[in-house]
């Protein structure tokens, strides 16, 4: 008890309170919020706002919506219930939202609603950031990355396991069928886990006809059978789904995107990507970069037919050595006469040429006093060291010979700097590492989702001053 009274103001917790909120007050004004507000209300929103019908009962405003989802995706909250929870208690919500509160199932709604649109309005974001000057056309790196699918690692299925499963579940129906009701199983309990058992079932039979279809090697996960099994990084073999991006090198703006089931990059993705940002950002990449899984025979021919430089590793670009400490094909090289040339630098004789299965042929090649050489133990345990030369060698050696120069070294370095922060951000500051959506679609629309929120962090962190100078001009 305090001894004397002092001059202090009246104190009630449980006095009721009544405050006006004005949403414009809410946020300073370079808060990323108020980034979003302005470039949303930039887009041409004509497509989406004509999925919505006239009649029935009246819809959250799909612009507000839309400011609520990408700023979302800016700040790294990728669950509708966060979303919602956010609506209801933060600032930056309820001056995007006017301090209305859809609930997460209405934002799950209209995040699916929207898919459909998000490539155009991924591509009017980009023509923003190219508006902004924020791309540079000097450098283009393509890149993938593997992202968990919110699958179960246990419901991934050979053929062998599918079988195994099946078993399982109706011996367990058989046996409990067969047992009376007692004590520990009284008639309930039997029929719930009788229930259990026949939902798992059905399950398992409605994948019956694609678990056949499949090969020896490979699996179906019965949780999202649109994901592939892939190994991770970390050597993890999960379901996931490979992301692709292509980066612009000047301030790490993502032009296109692509989510793909397959497990690998494969050289027919490559130009559909670069087409697809030069088309999003409105110009052509002076530069473009792309890791061995790539590059093949066609895409080296094709690439040496458009205006842009490519920069393309094979699989062997690098490998001198193989398996054993043997020479591997790389070792050997075309001389000047255009003899090939060996690891001793001795000239092989021609040994005729095969046809191989895939029509491609091949020169052969054998090697010319390979029994006294002294690199003999590292080149072959035959009499003498035999290679087949693709007829399309020439095409690799000459991207071979322009990564090997300065310039090309200096500028096939560059990708790395350039793609990689964005997957680091997407795994380690945004903590996307697992999808939250399943079906391949719906996992595409999840990629497109983080690449526009990470363009528009970009945005709020190079243009922020340009960009509210627009609500205000």
């Known amino acids: 008890m305090m001894s004397e009274r002092k001059n202090f103001r009246d104190y009630d917790q449980s006095q009721g309170v009544f405050r006006t909120i004005t949403p414009q007050e809410l946020l300073e004004p370079s808060h990323p919020a108020r980034i979003v507000d302005a470039v949303v209300e930039r887009l041409d929103l004509t497509a989406l706002y004509g999925l919505y019908s006239d009649e029935g009962a009246a819809a959250y405003n799909p612009k507000m919506m839309l400011k609520v989802l990408f700023y979302s995706y800016v700040s790294g909250m990728m669950s509708c219930r966060g979303m919602w929870e956010g609506l209801k208690n933060r600032a930056d919500y309820i001056y995007l939202s006017g301090d209305q509160v859809p609930d997460f199932r209405t934002i799950n709604r209209f995040r699916l609603t929207a898919g459909e649109q998000l490539p155009w309005l991924f591509s009017q974001i980009v023509h923003l950031c190219t508006a902004l000057g924020m791309v540079g056309f000097e450098y283009l790196a393509v890149d993938g990355q593997k992202i968990q699918a919110n699958a179960s690692f246990f419901q991934t299925k050979t053929k062998e396991r599918y079988v195994k499963s099946l078993q399982r579940v109706e011996e367990g129906m058989k046996k409990l069928l067969?047992?009376?009701?007692?004590?520990?199983?009284?008639?309930?309990?039997?029929?719930?886990?009788?229930?259990?058992?026949?939902?798992?079932?059905?399950?398992?039979?409605?994948?019956?006809?694609?678990?056949?279809?499949?090969?020896?090697?490979?699996?179906?996960?019965?949780?999202?059978?649109?994901?592939?099994?892939?190994?991770?990084?970390?050597?993890?073999?999960?379901?996931?789904?490979?992301?692709?991006?292509?980066?612009?090198?000047?301030l790490g703006v993502t032009v296109a995107v692509k989510t793909r089931s397959e497990a690998f990059d494969h050289a027919q993705h490559l130009l559909p990507l670069v087409e697809s940002g030069g088309e999003n950002a409105g110009g052509t990449f002076e530069h473009v970069m792309a890791d061995s899984g790539f590059c093949d025979f066609e895409i080296l021919e094709a690439v040496e037919k458009r205006t842009e430089q490519f920069y393309l590793p094979d699989r062997d670009f690098r490998k001198q050595v193989g398996k054993g400490g043997k020479y591997t094909q790389n070792a050997f090289h075309r001389g000047a006469d255009g003899t090939m040339i060996c690891p001793a630098q001795q000239a092989m004789q021609r040994a005729g040429e095969v046809r191989r299965k895939d029509g491609v042929i091949a020169k052969l090649y054998r090697g010319v006093g390979c029994e006294g050489c002294v690199k003999k133990p590292h080149c072959t345990s035959a009499t003498y060291r035999r290679i087949g030369v693709d007829e399309r060698h020439e095409v690799r050696e000459r991207m071979r010979t322009k990564l090997r120069t300065p310039e090309g070294r200096e500028i096939y370095m560059k990708r790395q700097g350039i793609v990689e922060p964005g997957h680091g951000n997407d795994q380690k500051n945004l903590r996307w590492r697992q999808h939250h959506l399943r079906g391949l679609a719906k996992a595409g629309i999840e990629f497109m989702l983080v690449r526009i929120g990470t363009n528009l962090k970009k945005i709020a962190t190079y243009r922020a001053q340009e960009v509210l100078q627009w609500s205000t001009g």
Request: zero cysteines; proline letters at 3%; a negative charge.
């Open 178 to 250: 067969a047992r009376e009701p007692d004590e520990d199983l009284n008639d309930e309990v039997k029929q719930r886990r009788l229930k259990r058992l026949e939902k798992q079932q059905e399950k398992l039979d409605r994948f019956a006809k694609r678990i056949e279809e499949l090969q020896a090697d490979e699996q179906l996960n019965l949780s999202d059978p649109d994901a592939a099994t892939m190994k991770h990084k970390d050597g993890r073999i999960l379901a996931s789904y490979n992301h692709q991006s292509a980066i612009d090198g000047k």
